[in-house]
C-alpha cells in the first residue's frame, strides 16, 4: 500500500481556499493588463449580465475573444464553487495575454422562476444564451469579430459543436 501524494498547490486561489480566505487572482493573472466592462447579454424576459474583460493591448487594434460557456445548473458568471471562481480565474489569466472574455450569469440561476425547468432543454438552458453573448462580444469595438470562440465545461463543452454549428462564424 503506498500513501499518497498531494500534488503542489498551483494558484493563490488554491492557498486562500484551504486557509479559509476568499478568493483571490490566480499569480498567472496581472491584474494590471486588463480592464472589465458590465454588459447585457439576451433580451427580455432573460436579460443577463455580462463582464467583459478586456486587455490592454486591445488600444493596439481589436483582440480575439473566447466566450465562457457553463456547465449545467444555476451558475453565477464566474462560475463559483465555495471558494474558487475557475471562470474568472480563465478570464483574467486570458486577458493578462491578450485575449477578450465574455462570461455571463446563467440563466437557470437569475430567471430560474420564469422557466418551466421540467420541460427546459439545452437551448432554454445553454445554446440561445451562448449565441446571443457571441453577438454582444462581436459588436464591442475592442473586439475581432472573425476571432471569436468558445470554451465550455461540462455541458458547456458538450453543446459547443452545436453552438458552433449554428453560429456559423466559428
Known amino acids: 500500500h503506498q500513501p499518497q501524494q498531494r500534488l503542489p498547490e498551483r494558484t493563490a486561489g488554491r492557498r486562500a481556499a484551504q486557509a479559509g480566505g476568499g478568493w483571490q487572482p490566480p499569480v498567472y493573472a496581472d491584474t494590471t493588463s486588463f480592464t472589465e466592462r458590465e454588459l447585457t447579454v439576451g433580451s427580455a424576459p432573460f436579460e443577463l449580465p455580462a463582464t467583459l474583460t478586456i486587455p490592454n ?10 466566450v ?6 444555476p451558475n453565477d458568471h464566474d462560475g463559483t464553487v465555495g471558494s ?15 485575449v477578450a472574455v465574455l462570461r455571463y450569469e446563467k440563466r437557470t440561476r437569475l430567471h430560474a422562476a420564469k422557466m ?21 462580444a462581436r459588436a464591442q469595438p475592442e473586439i ?3 476571432r471569436a470562440y468558445v470554451l465550455g465545461h461540462s455541458l458547456g463543452a458538450m453543446v459547443a459543436p452545436e453552438i458552433a454549428v449554428r453560429d456559423g462564424r466559428l
Open 57 to 66: 493591448t486591445a488600444t493596439g487594434g481589436p483582440v480575439p475573444v473566447v
Open 68 to 73: 465562457l460557456v457553463h456547465g449545467s445548473g
Open 84 to 98: 474558487r471562481k475557475p471562470l474568472k480565474d480563465l478570464a483574467w489569466g486570458l486577458a493578462s495575454r491578450g
Open 116 to 136: 418551466d425547468l421540467a420541460n427546459a432543454t439545452v437551448e432554454d438552458e445553454t445554446i440561445a444564451d451562448v449565441l446571443a453573448a457571441l453577438e454582444v
Open 144 to 146: 475581432n469579430a472573425e
